[in-house]
């Protein structure tokens, strides 16, 4: 018997319901030979905002733990940080021999952090030369992070004590392209960092794993005259000088354990020139490159890659922050780290902060916090599904990345939809055993955009079909899966 016109059309209508794939708009297929490195995980730098609320039981608790947190009637879904970089304070407001610390006009309160080593420099210092009570909210938070389980500390400098600058001032030299580091002092900011190091150890049982002792050396905005926070140019020269007496001061204080990482560029470009021009000595003592991203969609992450490969360093985006409170920025350039820079770690500068620079909106000089900005939400989507110890994978497109816990069998896709309302696919015929067919995907999605769009939300499940499944996507929409039973 013939079917009639309505049934058959009635059968189209089903079968374009079940199979979106045969219509969706773009495809990514994720390569299970790639490994793009073991993950060692997300964080944050505590220096201006720690110093500020470090006390906070509440605020430690959004940032290093996974466990829901009400702030200022929002919950907000922790991001779970296992690294926290602790910022090695310059300034001190004492006197010695009559001479005090120059302060930039332009300096920001807030952006001091008060340093340990207030008297001059000496290899042998005695203990009268140091305050140890110095800076006790951000070390309050460092050990809150502790306890919550960062398990990945990082000790790093902006500036030396303002005593070993030359001007006196540890916002930077008078024009700000030249070194403020007295040359006489090379050795005593080597000194003061392992110090630090060592004394955190013995009796705060905090061990820091890395020590950079430089940030941005190569910018040529520290400058005294006009600065609003610590900083210090370094010729590449210098920085070799003060790596290897750094190498030196941390292994006579039994700390050989403890790596050093460098040097914080603020740009991919200037790390990966750092890097040719350091000499082998100085490349000998550092077991991983540190760079930040603060050139944001320029420049050549690989160039920076290429290098640490071919020196045999671990690398590490270790600070990112810009002003974009709708995660649009913070998204792409996440996106675009992961793809060509490749680290194995990435590291938000201040988690609270104003003008849209925070994870949360806050004024660290009057200690006000305001609400979560949306880029809180879009972080979420990478920090709480990639954990350390994962397997980066080639995601397969600039549009995602994708991550696998070989212990759990559990492949982890994050995903961001540039372009209009679509359907994207995920093609993961290339696995051994790609899921089961008709199993759950797991899927949670956030709204880029104002901070009234989607937030973090577990969204109704997809489903495999086979070795793919899809999902649709709003404009400007990260959505993360989870798949189980997945093989390599």
């Given at each position: 018997m013939v079917p009639s016109l309505y049934a058959v059309g009635r059968i189209l209508v089903t079968a374009l319901a079940i199979i979106p794939f045969a219509f969706a708009d773009l495809t990514t297929t994720i390569d299970p030979s790639s490994n793009w490195g073991t993950w060692e995980g997300w964080g944050t730098s505590l220096a201006w905002w720690a110093a500020a609320f470090g006390t906070r039981d509440d605020l430690a608790d959004i940032f290093f733990t996974t466990q829901t947190t009400n702030l200022n009637g929002v919950s907000l879904p922790g991001l779970g940080f296992n690294i926290a970089r602790y910022n090695a304070g310059a300034s001190s407001w004492n006197s010695i021999n009559g001479t005090s610390m120059v302060v930039s006009p332009k300096m920001i309160p807030s952006r001091q952090i008060e340093g340990f080593w207030i008297d001059w420099a000496s290899t042998s210092p005695s203990s009268a030369s140091w305050n140890w009570s110095a800076d006790s909210a951000q070390r309050a938070m460092l050990s809150k992070a502790r306890s919550r389980g960062a398990n990945i500390l990082e000790l790093f400098s902006n500036s030396p004590?303002?005593?070993?600058?030359n001007n006196h001032n540890p916002s930077g030299s008078d024009d700000g392209s030249s070194d403020n580091l007295q040359s006489w002092n090379y050795q005593s900011h080597a000194v003061y960092m392992?110090?630090?190091?060592?004394?955190?150890?013995?009796?705060?049982?905090?061990?820091?794993?890395?020590?950079?002792?430089?940030?941005?050396?190569?910018a040529n905005w520290w400058n005294g005259k006009t600065g609003t926070q610590e900083g210090c140019h370094f010729d590449v020269s210098t920085q070799a000088t003060v790596l290897n007496y750094l190498r030196t001061e941390l292994d006579s204080r039994g700390?050989?354990?403890?790596?050093?990482?460098a040097s914080d560029e603020s740009y991919y470009d200037q790390a990966a020139k750092t890097l040719q021009n350091l000499g082998a000595t100085a490349l000998g003592k550092i077991a991983r490159v540190n760079v930040h991203g603060y050139q944001y969609g320029s420049g050549r992450r690989d160039s920076v890659r290429s290098l640490a490969t071919q020196y045999s360093k671990k690398l590490w985006q270790?600070?990112?922050g810009e002003g974009d409170a709708t995660g649009r920025d913070l998204a792409s350039n996440l996106l675009l780290d992961l793809r060509w820079l490749r680290p194995t770690a990435w590291v938000y500068w201040q988690a609270l902060d104003g003008g849209g620079w925070g994870l949360l909106d806050a004024d660290n000089d009057k200690k006000t916090i305001g609400q979560p900005t949306q880029k809180y939400f879009v972080l979420a989507q990478f920090a709480r599904h990639v954990k350390p110890g994962m397997r980066i994978l080639d995601g397969g497109s600039d549009y995602a990345t994708a991550a696998y816990d070989a212990a759990t069998k559990k492949l982890v896709i994050v995903a961001v939809n540039w372009g209009s309302a679509q359907y994207l696919n995920f093609d993961l015929s290339k696995f051994k055993t790609a899921g089961v067919n008709g199993a759950v995907v797991k899927r949670w999605a956030t709204q880029i955009g104002a901070s009234t769009g989607k937030r973090y939300v577990a969204a109704s499940d997809t489903f495999m079909r086979g070795t793919k499944f899809w999902s649709y996507f709003e404009k400007e929409m990260v959505q993360t899966f989870e798949v189980e039973d997945v093989v390599l």
């Open positions: 004590m303002w005593w070993m600058c392992a110090t630090v190091a060592k004394y955190f150890a013995d009796h705060w049982s905090t061990t820091f794993t890395s020590i950079d002792p430089f940030n941005e050396p190569s700390l050989s354990s403890t790596v050093i990482s270790s600070e990112y």
